[in-house]
């Protein structure tokens, strides 16, 4: 049987960890927020895809991204301003803009125009998109703080993320239809 290694190593303990290149940094630092969080937005669609049907067209869409956003968590892992022997790319090219703004574009097309601000509700599936569009927000600032730091990160990887929250957006609407056969919307005279 092949040996194992551990899942704990110990180096984090002291409140540090490795960057892909082996840089270490604090556990605090904006980069290792970022690409967390964009792992965070990961497993949030993980349960979001949990959610759907498996034959729901949408499935195909999300575990695209999903990939996509692995790879940029691993791009933004790597402090490319440093000297080493490899790169990470990451993976974000303009054919996947356009997919994912086709995917809007499409659901879009299936809903009618918004006339009031929408509540994140409606169903599960429903709510799991609202939670990733808002993680997806987060991610974004968490990219431009570390690109406030002077850090250089690609521009596709920027659009991505932004594109991100419009069709987690676009997406817990249609969700919402189906689910609950509405959209819940704000009312401001609420008492």
Same mark, same amino acid.
């Given at each position: ?17 490795? #960057? ?48 996509? #956003? ?100 676009? #997406? ?20």
């Amino acid at each position: 049987m092949e040996k194992k290694s551990k899942l704990y190593t110990k180096t984090g303990d002291k409140g540090k960890t490795s #960057l892909v290149g082996g840089q270490r940094v604090p556990k605090s630092c904006n980069r290792l927020e970022s690409y967390g969080t964009v792992d965070e937005l990961n497993s949030f669609i993980g349960l979001l895809m949990a959610y759907l049907p498996k034959e729901d067209r949408n499935q195909e869409t999300l575990k695209f991204i999903q990939h996509k #956003l692995f790879t940029v968590g691993a791009y933004l892992a790597t402090d490319n301003s440093q000297p080493m022997d490899f790169e990470v790319p990451s993976g974000i090219t303009a054919e996947t803009i356009k997919r994912i703004e086709g995917e809007i574009d499409r659901l879009d097309a299936a809903v009618p125009p918004m006339k009031l601000f929408i509540l994140p509700s409606g169903g599960k599936a429903t709510s799991a998109a609202h939670i990733c569009r808002v993680v997806a927000r987060r991610a974004e600032r968490c990219i431009y703080r570390v690109v406030d730091e002077g850090a250089e990160v690609e521009d596709g990887v920027l659009k991505f993320v932004n594109r991100l929250s419009d069709y987690f957006f676009i #997406l817990a609407r249609n969700l919402a239809r189906m689910e609950s056969g509405e959209e819940i919307t704000w009312d401001q005279t609420c008492q």
